[in-house]
């Protein structure tokens, strides 16, 4: 194999569950329908299906057709007639190390049982929206199994977002009830969450109610009718330890995640009960080779798809124990998530190459103060990783001995699509090839394949369980910003190279969307901030190569006649991006332009934004308009 290679030692080997990749592969090759039938059938169906695929309406393709499931069942009710029901679920500790607390799967199954009962008491019933907006506590687990239990539909808030991202998301779903916490901690700091959602909930009329959580000290509106305190409701006879989990076509849709394309509103991603859970089991199964025995910590928020599927659902549908930490990489210091890697016996860790950035910059000295001896494998996901981070984490976290698993995939795809597993050698900085019964392709501009070594545009060949059904309410912008560009193949929004070996080397995003510290936003949504402020005209965000956070959000603003260029404004404007989108989507620099560029037909050229701002040559600006 050509350039640096990293082979699986034979300790590694020994461990893996699944040892022959190749014969998997072909397998999957030979027979998809029936490699995701075999592995459908190690969960447990209410009724079977009768068809493991059906592609007979294409993009709209359905999987395990006819079979009778819920999520909610494998994940936690299952486990429940088995030795599993003593084992520890989840292990939670709070920010300030303070508390921890850990739910067997037993009691998970009451925690759960008691939101569902609160919910169905709130009118809740089977396919209603309902908006989650919390922070990183046991309770966003809770509620998220609990609505799949009873068949209503989740749609996960980051709680980094601010009142116009909140507002916009519950609007669209039209959402019924919205869970959330009175706050948050970061960094020891307090998020107002509930004065958010009061914010936004001015302009959202179909929520009825509200369930807050309390987590913090301090005081907070309630709203009479509306409101209603967690603690509060749990002491109500309603909310007992029982209720009936649904009876769900494996097609009924599981949840809705907003996520950032090109233009317009962010898409309302939806999956459902039968093949997201297929798929996330699955590729939580081989790709991190988990068993009984081990601690899987992603560090992921449950806000995003990474938390959705490897938080909550994967490593529940597997019987795992799941670790959620409340806070962030280096609060109080640097050494906070190898300190809890020590104390909890982590075997399987999960983060982003923009945490690996950011605690490298710390030096070795941190995490050589614990015994990481625990950890077995390592993962990364959200950005291509540089090699030199890779190394980084792999000689001085996994000591050499880890696997680093490199997953590529999106919310569009609820699971891991180029990826490899323990035993396939790697390349630092390459997701190796795609997962069994995946076939990807990189393409030119009109769908052509390009010769190995040559970037094109990432696109996959193969239906999956796990894909995005539709974006909710939306067919036609489902199959217009999906399948249209090249026919009867998955547009993925990247681009990428393949080398002689077939491993793929994902390079960026080629449409609008930013990812900061691997966040996924879009222009279009910093843009529509901005422009609410009254000093600006018009804007244009785009992306900038950032040292840590991998991209980093850059704006160019015009002004409305009366407003003077000034360091204030700039800073206000950064400011006002924060308070009304989220703090994650703060610019880092604004800068003043007396015009756009665009095109003739109106478009902004970002093309040549993005080479003036780093002072590079501006290309070809033939179709600038004057
Ligand atoms: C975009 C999807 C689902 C994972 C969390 C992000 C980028 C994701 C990798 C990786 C290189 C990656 C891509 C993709 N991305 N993982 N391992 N290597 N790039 O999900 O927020 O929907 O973002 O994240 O650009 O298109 P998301």
């Known amino acids: 194999m050509e350039g640096d290679v990293y082979y699986p030692s ?201 369930i807050v959580v309390k987590r913090t000290a301090h005081e907070v509106p309630m709203e009479a009718m509306r409101d209603h305190w967690y603690h509060d409701l749990c002491a109500l006879p309603i909310a007992n330890g029982k209720c009936a989990t649904e009876v769900m076509d494996a097609e009924d849709p599981l949840f809705i995640l907003y996520t950032s394309g090109s233009t317009g509103i962010p898409k309302a991603i939806m999956h459902t009960h039968g093949g997201y859970m297929v798929g996330t089991y699955t590729t939580l199964k081989y790709v991190f080779d988990i068993s009984d ?95 030199e981070a890779w190394k980084w984490f792999h000689q001085v976290i996994g000591k050499g001995r880890c696997p680093i698993m490199d997953t590529w995939w999106q919310t569009e795809t609820g699971a891991f699509i180029i990826t490899p597993t323990p035993v396939v050698p790697l390349k630092p900085g390459s997701g190796t090839r795609p997962f069994f019964g995946q076939e990807a392709e990189i393409v030119d501009e009109e769908g052509k394949p390009v010769a190995d070594g040559a970037e094109g545009f990432l696109v996959l060949k193969n239906p999956w369980p796990a894909m995005m059904r539709t974006i909710y309410g939306d067919d036609a912008r489902y199959v217009s910003a999906y399948w249209t560009k090249y026919p009867g193949k998955y547009m993925t929004g990247d681009s990428a190279r393949r080398d002689a070996d077939g491993y793929y080397w994902i390079i960026g995003r080629v449409d609008d969307v930013i990812k900061v510290s691997g966040h996924r936003l879009g222009t279009a949504e910093v843009e529509s901030a901005l422009i609410t402020h009254p000093a600006v005209a018009e804007s244009a965000a785009i992306g900038l190569p950032h040292e840590i956070k991998g991209q980093s959000i850059f704006c160019y603003v015009q002004l409305n006649p009366g407003y003077a260029t000034s360091e204030e404004l700039s800073e206000e404007l950064r400011q006002h991006v924060s308070h009304h989108l989220g703090p994650i989507a703060r610019p880092e620099e604004v800068r003043f332009i007396d015009k756009l560029p665009k095109t003739r037909s109106g478009k902004i050229m970002r093309r040549v934004l993005k080479a003036r701002a780093q002072g590079l040559p501006e290309g070809d600006v033939s179709t600038l308009d004057d």
């Open 293 to 387: 025995e081990d601690r899987f910590w992603c560090t992921a928020d449950p806000g995003w798809i990474t938390g959705h599927s490897y938080i909550v659902y994967g490593p529940l549908l597997n019987g795992a124990t799941a670790f959620m930490f409340e806070g962030g990489p280096s609060y109080p210091y640097p050494n906070r998530w190898w300190q809890l890697i020590e104390r909890f016996g982590i075997s399987i860790f999960y983060t982003a190459p923009t945490a690996i950035r950011g605690l490298m910059r710390f030096g070795e000295a941190w995490p050589n103060k614990h015994d990481l001896s625990s950890l077995r494998l390592l993962g990364s996901v959200g950005e291509p990783i540089n090699p």
């Open 10 to 210: 034979a300790e590694v080997i020994a461990q893996a569950v699944l040892k022959d990749w190749e014969a998997t592969a072909e397998f999957a090759r030979n027979d998809l329908q029936g490699f995701w039938q075999k592995e459908a059938e190690q969960l447990e169906w209410f009724e079977p299906w009768e068809q493991v695929l059906d592609d007979s309406n294409k993009p709209f393709y359905k999987w395990y057709v006819g079979g009778k499931v819920n999520i909610t069942h494998n994940a936690v009710d299952r486990h429940l007639k088995t030795y599993r029901k003593n084992k520890l679920a989840l292990i939670w500790e709070s920010e300030d190390g303070k508390f921890d607390r850990t739910f067997s799967y037993y009691s998970l199954n009451r925690e759960v049982c008691r939101m569902a009962n609160i919910i169905k008491a709130m009118g809740i019933v089977k396919g209603d929206r309902v908006t989650i907006y919390m922070g990183r506590v046991p309770e966003i687990v809770f509620a998220m199994l609990a609505c799949a239990k009873i068949g209503a539909i989740h749609s996960v808030v980051f709680g980094g977002f601010s009142v116009d991202a909140l507002q916009g998301r519950i609007a669209d779903s039209q959402s019924k009830l919205v869970i959330t916490c009175d706050g948050s901690l970061q960094n020891g700091k307090l998020v107002e969450l509930k004065r958010i959602v009061d914010d936004s909930l001015r302009h959202c009329p179909t929520v009825e109610n509200v």
